[in-house]
């Protein structure tokens, strides 16, 4: 995390915290603030993001220095959008604090860039889940584009289906691919494969955590380096 959220953190008097935030970062809050979960953890539902929105402003309006706190980059699936412009409609002043994004902490922690000179030029961050639900990605060119390295997100449970997408808009079943299962945490895992095989190794990893999938050219740095 940046010392810019460390020092929000270190002054919050409220916390919102969703279920990806360690316990480590989360002690890092002082400990008379007050601690709210509002993300999914052991079977629990999850707040609605109407109720979130709520209490964020309750709370912002009793005068509460109040820290919306994220796992990863609030900016990248993170639903930043929605927050922000809900608490602009109602005149609340917020700051945003980047943080790093699950596939940097995968790229950082077993060796493989997200682009490179001669193989990857672009990245693309997708998620092969919808708002209701449903698996869907969008089989266009981009997606295809073997100079494009692909990060995927929320895809662990859908990635037989993600992989067959991407292989019927255009993708070589060879290309490399790996899923990185707690990125940045001490104990995380990857797994090291290609795009045609990636779902069946996440499945005899049983991987369980957050998983984010790179599939791309560099992947094959990670798997040169295992
Ligand atoms: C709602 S998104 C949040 C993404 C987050 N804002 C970020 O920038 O990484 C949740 C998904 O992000 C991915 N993810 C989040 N944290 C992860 C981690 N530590 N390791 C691997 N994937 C992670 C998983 O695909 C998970 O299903």
Known sequence: ????????????????YDA???PEVLELAPETSLKIETGKRGGQLSMSQVEINRLMLSLARRGLKVV???GGDPSVFGRSGEETAFLAGHGVAFEVIPGVTAASAAAAQFGFPLTHRQQAHRVILATA???NGAVSLDSG?????????LAL???RDSLAEVSAVLIAA?????????AVERAGYDHAR???SDLKGIAEAVHVAGFSGPVVVIVGSVAGFAQAAV
């Open 170 to 178: 255009g993708r070589d079943g060879a290309t490399p691919a790996l």
């Open 1 to 16: 995390m940046t010392v810019r959220a460390q020092q929000a953190l270190q002054t919050a008097e409220a916390v919102l």
């Open 141 to 149: 060119a981009a997606l295809a584009d073997p100079q494009a390295t």
């Open 129 to 131: 889940r919808t708002q």
């Open 153 to 155: 997100y929320m895809g």
């Open 20 to 22: 990806l935030v360690s």
């Open 68 to 70: 919306r706190l994220k």
């Open 190 to 192: 990857r797994v090291c």
